[in-house]
C-alpha cells in the first residue's frame, strides 16, 4: 500500500465524519482586480464557475464549461457583454442564456447553463453557492446579501493589505466551532507568537476571554467576541492586548474582525474568508483595512498575529475527526447551540446527514 493511497484512506475516513463539505453561504473566488477584460476560471463547491463582466461593468458568473459540447469557457474571449465559446463561437449571457450563434442560427429557450448570484465585497468577488438542483437560467435570488461597511466604501477605512493562505485541509465547520471551544485557548493560543511565524515569544503569554451569540436581527450571523490581554512572567502588562469583535457571515465563507487596541487609538478591519473547493479543502484568503490612526506597519503587526494564532489550530483541524456526540465538561462552551445554528445552512441539503 502506498504512502498516498494510506492517506487518501485516512481523509476519506475523516470526511465520513462530517456533515456534507458546502453548506449554502457567499464564497470568494476571486479578487476583483483579476476579473478584467478576459474570462477567469474559479472553483468553488465542486463546482467550475467562469466569471466575466459584463457592458455594465458587473462581474458575472456561470458553469465553466459550454452547454453546446463542453468547451472551457475560460479559453474563450469576452464579447458584447457576453463570453464567446473558443469552439463554436455561441455567445452566453451573465444569466446562462445562449445570446447568440454563428451562421444565422437562431438560440432556442433551452439553450442555457447555469448561472450565479455575484457580489463585489470590498475588492472580492463573491458567489452565492446554493443546494438546489442549478437549473440553467438566472440564479434565484439568495436569502441574505454579504453586509458591506459603509466605512470602506467611503474610504474612511482604506486598504492596507492582502494575503493568501493558501489551501488548508479541513472542514468549514471546524473554524466556526472553534469560538466556541473556549477551552482550547490557554493551551493552544496561550503563547505569543513572532507575527507571522510559529515562532513562540520567550516569557509572554496572552490570556484570553472568549464569548459566542446569535445575532438577534440576522439569523444568518453569529458574532464571537475575544478580549486578549498580556502578561510577561506571569504578570499582566497593563494597558496591553486588543479586542475583536468577529461577525460570521453565514458558515464562516465570510468572517469580518473588527479590532481596537487598548494602549492607542485607531481601528483595523480585517475580512478572512474560507472557500470550500473540494471535501475537506478549504482556499483562505485575507484583506485587511484601517482607519488614519494606523499604519501598514501596525496593521501587518495585528493581522500576523491573528495568522499566527490561526495556524496553531490549523495543524490540529487538518488530522481531527468531527464527533457528532462529543463527551463535553462544565468548562465548554456552547456546543450544541452553535450546532443548532449552523444547521441553517443545510436547510435545502438533499442528505440525511445534512446537518451537524
Not at 328 to 346: A, I, M, N, T
Amino acid at each position: 500500500m502506498t504512502e498516498a493511497f494510506e492517506a487518501a484512506e485516512v481523509r476519506s475516513a475523516r470526511e465520513a465524519t462530517y456533515p456534507p463539505p458546502y453548506p449554502e453561504a457567499w464564497y470568494v473566488v476571486a479578487r476583483s482586480k483579476d476579473v478584467a477584460a478576459e474570462p477567469l476560471q474559479a472553483r468553488v463547491a465542486g463546482n467550475d464557475l467562469v466569471l466575466f463582466r459584463d457592458r455594465g461593468g458587473h462581474v458575472r458568473a456561470i458553469d465553466a464549461y459550454c452547454p453546446h459540447m463542453g468547451a472551457n469557457l475560460a479559453d474563450g474571449s469576452v464579447r458584447g457583454g457576453c463570453i464567446e465559446c473558443p469552439f463554436h463561437r455561441w455567445r452566453i449571457d451573465g444569466e446562462g442564456r445562449v445570446a447568440q450563434m454563428p451562421g444565422g442560427q437562431r438560440p432556442e429557450p433551452r439553450h442555457r447553463t447555469s448561472s450565479w448570484a455575484v457580489e463585489e465585497l470590498h475588492g472580492w468577488v463573491c458567489i452565492y453557492h446554493r443546494h438546489d438542483d442549478l437549473r440553467p437560467g438566472p440564479a434565484p435570488n439568495p436569502p441574505y446579501r454579504p453586509e458591506r461597511l459603509p466605512e470602506i466604501e467611503r474610504g474612511d477605512l482604506r486598504f492596507l493589505g492582502e494575503h493568501d493562505a493558501g489551501v488548508v485541509h479541513m472542514h468549514l465547520l471546524e473554524f466556526v466551532e472553534n469560538s466556541v471551544d473556549f477551552q482550547h485557548f490557554a493551551p493552544v493560543h496561550g503563547n505569543l507568537r513572532i507575527p507571522w511565524t510559529n515562532v513562540p515569544v520567550p516569557w509572554m503569554r496572552i490570556e484570553h476571554e472568549a464569548s459566542w451569540r446569535r445575532d438577534e436581527h440576522e439569523a444568518h450571523v453569529s458574532w464571537f467576541e475575544n478580549r486578549a490581554k498580556l502578561a510577561f512572567r506571569g504578570k499582566e502588562i497593563s494597558q496591553s492586548g486588543a479586542v475583536a469583535v468577529v461577525r460570521l457571515e453565514g458558515p464562516g465563507g465570510i468572517v469580518r474582525f473588527d479590532f481596537s487596541l487598548k494602549a492607542r487609538p485607531g481601528r483595523i478591519v480585517m475580512f478572512q474568508s474560507h472557500t470550500p473547493i473540494a471535501p475537506l479543502t478549504q482556499r483562505v484568503r485575507f484583506r485587511w483595512f484601517g482607519d488614519a490612526n494606523v499604519s501598514k506597519l501596525q496593521a501587518a503587526f495585528i493581522v500576523g498575529n491573528w495568522v499566527s494564532q490561526w495556524r496553531q489550530d490549523i495543524g490540529i483541524w487538518e488530522r481531527k475527526i468531527f464527533r457528532s456526540s462529543p463527551q463535553l465538561s462544565r468548562g465548554d462552551g456552547p456546543v450544541y447551540q452553535l450546532r443548532k445554528w449552523y444547521g441553517q445552512f443545510y436547510r435545502n441539503e438533499r442528505s440525511s446527514a445534512a446537518a451537524p
